[in-house]
């Protein structure tokens, strides 16, 4: 499915993240899954798609150029949502995710997806926006959504793919894709462009 610009090389997807997994074989890939534990921190000052692509970087920083080999390339991502000039992360327990949504209901948010691709001689770092639209929920459909999905391992507390996504989002400016986790349109031109500036460094 992929071009011939892309069948020398192996991938690696460096992400615990069901759906950017789901997306990124959906777009053609055959990868490798590997995760490495990292210090999730964010330094004072950042913002937005700032933050987006320090915590990617610091993903590809637990793998050297050494150990990845002339035929391999390391992508890694990370999604944050950006809501009233603050930074909701991965909700704690139930009482924070409700808070979260309640926030971001009847509002406009912004999604950024910070992505980084590394091989043995170089990497390059890129993000994605887009703007999600709520309707006003509820507080029962915001506990009914907690209770049900528990989306604790979700950035704002929602996945869009789910049911608050359905009922809840009124429209979104930017890629869909990104808020799921991965800017696929994105992310492939931007590889297609790393790996013709790489072929000619092999």
């Not at 704690?92 to 950024?112: G, P, T």
């Not at 890129?126 to 709520?134: I, R, T």
């Not at 809840?168 to 790393?194: C, Q, W």
């Amino acid at each position: 499915m992929l071009p011939s610009l892309f069948q020398p090389y192996r991938f690696i997807l460096a992400s615990q993240s069901p759906r950017r997994k789901y997306l990124f074989e959906g777009m053609g890939f055959t990868f490798e899954n590997q995760v490495r534990e990292i210090e999730e921190t964010v330094p004072e000052g950042l913002t937005g798609s700032d933050i987006a692509v320090h915590l990617a970087k610091v993903k590809a920083a637990a793998f050297s150029h050494e150990e990845l080999s002339p035929d391999i390339i390391l992508i890694t991502a990370d999604t944050i949502v950006w809501h009233q000039d603050k930074l909701l992360g991965k909700p704690a327990d139930e009482k924070e995710a409700f808070q979260m949504l309640k926030a971001l209901s009847n509002s406009k948010h912004e999604v950024f997806t910070g992505v980084c691709l590394k091989s043995c001689h170089r990497e390059h770092s890129f993000f994605d926006m887009s703007k999600v639209y709520f309707h006003p929920l509820s507080d029962d459909q915001i506990r009914l959504y907690v209770n049900e999905f528990k989306p604790f391992d979700k950035a704002g507390a929602y996945g869009v793919q789910e049911w608050i996504g359905y009922i809840g989002v009124d429209r979104i400016t930017g890629s869909f894709y990104n808020v799921m986790g991965l800017p696929t349109a994105k992310l492939y031109h931007e590889l297609e462009n790393f790996l013709i500036k790489e072929s000619g460094l092999r």
